[in-house]
């Protein structure tokens, strides 16, 4: 896991940790001390930490003109003993909903396991980007599985061509207008 770095070739338009408006700014990073784990294996140190022992997230690309972010997550997002999403939404959404954020890219692919609790911080967050939407991005099969199974898939726009975008292949703000052209046929 240690091999698995955050998406960096989006570097040269946006660094969440030089601006002033990000939860990250000013956040420090080593390339050679790893000191955070998911399930005893230790992740590149580029990934940051939000607070959770098995969740960990990289802002890849904010644009606050177009209102949007795009976050890859890596590790384990445990609702029941972590309480992940309270963490997630309290120290990195709520900041950038207060900047104005109101269209959400989660890329989920790094995500192992998903494990539930309750869905009053999904259904607040849906509530605050009420003109917006929070799309998952490549999420595993059994990850999403159990989203639906505990039915927060209603709060998140996710499955169909959401989950074979090769997003790595566009550029920041083509990525973003591929995900919103995928969620605006949805609606019509």
């Not at 989006?10 to 790893?34: G, K, M, Q, V």
């Not at 967050?125 to 990850?143: Q, Y």
């Not at 061509?161 to 990525?175: H, S, V």
Request: proline content about 4%; charged content about 30%.
């Amino acid at each position: 896991m240690h091999l698995i770095e955050p998406f960096y070739l989006w570097r040269t338009d946006y660094i969440a940790s030089e601006d002033p408006l990000s939860p990250f700014y000013e956040r420090e990073y080593s390339e050679f001390e790893f000191q955070n784990s998911v399930y005893d294996f230790y992740i590149h140190p580029q990934w940051d930490t939000m607070g959770s022992p098995t969740l960990f997230i990289k802002i890849l690309y904010v644009e606050y003109e177009e209102s949007f972010v795009i976050i890859e997550l890596i590790g384990e997002w445990n609702d029941a003993i972590e309480n992940d999403i309270m963490t997630f939404k309290r120290d990195i959404i709520d900041p950038l909903i207060d900047e104005g954020i109101t269209k959400f890219i989660l890329i989920g692919e790094n995500v192992l396991n998903f494990h539930y609790s309750d869905d009053c911080y999904y259904e607040e967050w849906f509530d605050d980007v009420e003109d917006g939407w929070i799309a998952l991005i490549n999420f595993h099969d059994h990850v999403a599985k159990e989203f639906e199974k505990v039915n927060i898939d209603h709060y998140f726009a996710m499955g169909g061509e959401l989950d074979d975008i090769e997003w790595r292949t566009y550029q920041p703000y083509q990525f973003y207008k591929k995900v919103n052209d995928l969620l605006t046929k949805r609606l019509e």
